[in-house]
């Protein structure tokens, strides 16, 4: 009951006050600048909390059409309602730093762009403290008239690599991108050793990617910083790779045509090389009773036990001390019998004032042992309550995980019936392919060599067949069908020029077919890649 009050006074206490975080609380993130109609792409968020450690709550607004789900919230409970993220922490995680995980998708024909904030508040104490997260503006799709931006003449771009041994089989790969007279779009392509595993430690909004044994970050929009660095951690097994000779690339748009720069490695610290310092661990103090390992609570018996034998410790110093001073007092009597005879009022009076201070400082010993069984009552009431609180803690932090975990198979099972659903409908399809003779539609892309454009008519949920497309759109050309990202989606054509697909698309406009796109889509080897690296690949030119 005792940790419920406190959990709903915290919880008041945040309603009631509000102040401005120091400088040293920040939260960040790496959502991108610029992302696909009905795109899927993750987001991290880096909480930089201080020594805060009680009651938090982060919120995002996010535009309409945007939908989210949690990856990894740290223990905190995750919703999504209205447009609205909500992750609430009973306590927040014990790490000054933590990173919380996201997965965002847009929805289709957005073409926009938006500004998205957020909020980080929590508990200091009784003050409820806040970071306001700065407007970041995503654009979704294609805006009207973008394309028609000239990029900056470069003045100077490149990119260095130096790597630094961390553990046995560990390395952090740090790259220093030089972009004086860039802004738009740039990307770094690291060839990793075989075998390797990459995760990202700083992308400076990059979206980060591992793709066949390559480290990617792909920039739509360039930081602000003529000089920046990004860095990733290599795990590799067997023989220390050889990161001299390692390869990689530096890609960007200069006045429309794609260059490309090699990355060279600078510099390479081994463990050997380097001299860290050894850890300093802070152990807990065994006696402190604030630590959580030493607030094993008292029963009420042992309670009672320990104040009889306080209350008995007393009486008996009481005693022993009115004893002593009885002693003491008949050694003076005795050494002064004849001023007693001479005085015999004066020796009383001596004897009283020695009982009283007797009495006196019994009484004070005995007051000091109460005090001590007080204190000790004390505290053994407060490790009760510091054991009820962190049972609490523990069980919403099972509910919490069993919540999650229920979640997670609520949205295996999700995918896995749409999974099955998408095959059957692609199945009936085929079979319908079948039975009409042949009506132009190919349910799986021809495997195709190299970079090819195509334009996407359509996308939806459900399959439709060549009737649907010549009743609606009184289209009866032929076309694909493939899964992607969720979605089945119609293309059709095949070119080796970007111009090619983009004719065909303004060809659909002009025909008034009312297609919820065109647009253009591009594919590599038989997998779907954005435009932009289909274009750096070529090197074809953008048109509009």
Same mark, same amino acid.
């Given at each position: 009951m005792v940790s419920q009050l406190f959990v709903v006074f915290n919880v008041f206490a945040l309603l009631l006050f509000e102040l401005t975080l120091g400088s040293d609380i920040t939260v960040t993130h790496n959502l991108p600048a610029q992302v696909e109609n009905s795109a899927e792409f993750s987001v991290d968020l880096v909480f930089n909390k201080g020594k805060l450690d009680e009651y938090g709550k982060f919120t995002m607004e996010l535009p309409e059409g945007f939908t989210a789900e949690m990856v990894d919230v740290r223990d905190g409970s995750f919703t999504f309602q209205n447009q609205k993220i909500l992750i609430t922490w009973l306590s927040l995680p014990a790490d000054e730093e933590f990173v919380v995980a996201l997965k965002i998708k847009t929805g289709p024909n957005m073409n926009q762009a938006f500004d998205i904030t957020g909020k980080f508040s929590a508990l200091d104490g009784n003050d409820k403290v806040n970071y306001n997260i700065p407007a970041h503006q995503i654009i979704v799709g294609t805006l009207p008239g973008e394309e028609n931006a000239n990029d900056p003449i470069v003045v100077n771009a490149g990119c260095t690599r130096s790597v630094t041994q961390t553990s046995a089989n560990e390395y952090e790969v740090s790259l220093t991108v030089e972009k004086e007279g860039l802004s738009q779009f740039a990307k770094v392509e690291e060839y990793l050793p075989e075998g390797a595993k990459a995760s990202v430690v700083e992308n400076k909004n990059a979206v980060f990617s591992t793709v066949d044994e390559k480290a990617k970050f792909v920039w739509m929009k360039l930081p602000d910083d003529n000089i920046f660095?990004?860095? =990733?951690?290599?795990?590799?097994?067997?023989? !220390?790779?050889?990161?001299?000779?390692?390869?990689?690339?530096?890609?960007?748009?200069?006045?429309?045509?794609?260059?490309?720069? /090699?990355?060279?490695?600078?510099?390479? &610290?081994?463990?050997?090389?380097?001299?860290?310092?050894?850890?300093?661990?802070?152990? /807990? !103090?065994?006696?402190? #009773?604030?630590? #959580?390992?030493?607030?094993? +609570?008292?029963?009420?018996? %042992?309670?009672?036990?320990?104040?009889? *034998?306080? @209350? %008995?410790?007393?009486?008996?110093?009481?005693?022993?001390?009115?004893?002593?001073?009885?002693?003491? !007092?008949?050694?003076q009597g005795g050494n002064s019998t004849e001023q007693q005879v001479e005085d015999p009022a004066q020796a009383q009076a001596a004897a009283d %004032?020695?009982?009283?201070?007797? @009495?006196?400082?019994?009484?004070?010993?005995?007051?000091?042992?109460?005090?001590?069984?007080?204190?000790?009552?004390? @505290?053994?009431?407060?490790?009760?309550?510091?054991?009820?609180?962190?049972?609490?803690?523990?069980?919403?932090? *099972?509910?919490?995980?069993?919540?999650?975990?229920?979640? +997670?198979?609520?949205?295996?099972?999700?995918?896995?019936?749409?999974?099955?659903?998408? *095959? %059957?409908?692609?199945?009936?399809?085929?079979?319908?392919?079948?039975?009409? $003779?042949?009506?132009?539609? &190919?349910?799986? /892309? !021809?495997?195709?060599? $190299?970079?090819?454009?195509?334009?996407?008519?359509?996308? $939806?949920?459900?399959?439709?067949?060549?009737?649907?497309?010549?009743?609606?759109?009184?289209?009866?050309? #032929?076309?694909?069908?493939?899964?992607?990202?969720?979605?089945?989606? =119609?293309?059709?054509?095949?070119?080796?020029?970007?111009?090619?697909?983009?004719?065909?698309?303004?060809?659909?406009?002009? *025909?008034?077919?009312?297609?919820?796109?065109?647009?253009?889509?591009?594919?590599?080897?038989?997998?779907?890649?954005?435009?932009?690296?289909?274009?750096?690949?070529?090197?074809?030119?953008?048109?509009?």
């Open positions: 660095t990004v860095s =990733y951690k290599v795990t590799v097994e067997g023989e !220390d790779p050889d990161f001299e000779n390692m390869e990689g690339k530096f890609s960007y748009l200069q006045e429309e045509e794609t260059k490309k720069q /090699p990355i060279t490695t600078t510099e390479v &610290t081994t463990l050997d090389e380097a001299t860290p310092s050894d850890p300093v661990v802070q152990q /807990p !103090d065994p006696a402190d #009773p604030a630590d #959580p390992a030493n607030a094993g +609570a008292m029963t009420r018996e %042992e309670i009672l036990a320990q104040k009889k *034998a306080a @209350e %008995e410790e007393a009486q008996r110093k009481k005693e022993e001390e009115l004893a002593r001073l009885r002693e003491l !007092d008949q050694q %004032e020695a009982k009283r201070k007797a @009495e006196e400082e019994a009484q004070r010993l005995a007051d000091e042992e109460a005090k001590r069984v007080a204190d000790a009552e004390a @505290e053994a009431r407060r490790q009760a309550e510091e054991a009820e609180r962190i049972a609490q803690e523990e069980k919403a932090k *099972a509910e919490a995980e069993a919540a999650r975990l229920a979640q +997670a198979e609520a949205d295996r099972r999700k995918a896995e019936e749409e999974r099955k659903k998408a *095959a %059957e409908q692609a199945a009936l399809a085929q079979q319908n392919n079948g039975q009409n $003779g042949g009506n132009g539609v &190919t349910n799986v /892309p !021809d495997p195709q060599t $190299g970079v090819v454009y195509r334009v996407q008519i359509s996308a $939806g949920k459900n399959m439709v067949d060549k009737a649907y497309f010549e009743k609606r759109h009184s289209f009866s050309g #032929p076309f694909y069908i493939e899964n992607h990202e969720g979605w089945i989606k =119609y293309t059709t054509g095949g070119f080796g020029v970007y111009k090619g697909a983009r004719d065909q698309r303004e060809d659909y406009k002009a *025909a008034g077919h009312n297609f919820p796109g065109p647009f253009v889509t591009a594919y590599n080897d038989g997998t779907r890649i954005t435009v932009q690296e289909a274009l750096m690949i070529t090197n074809q030119k953008w048109f509009q």
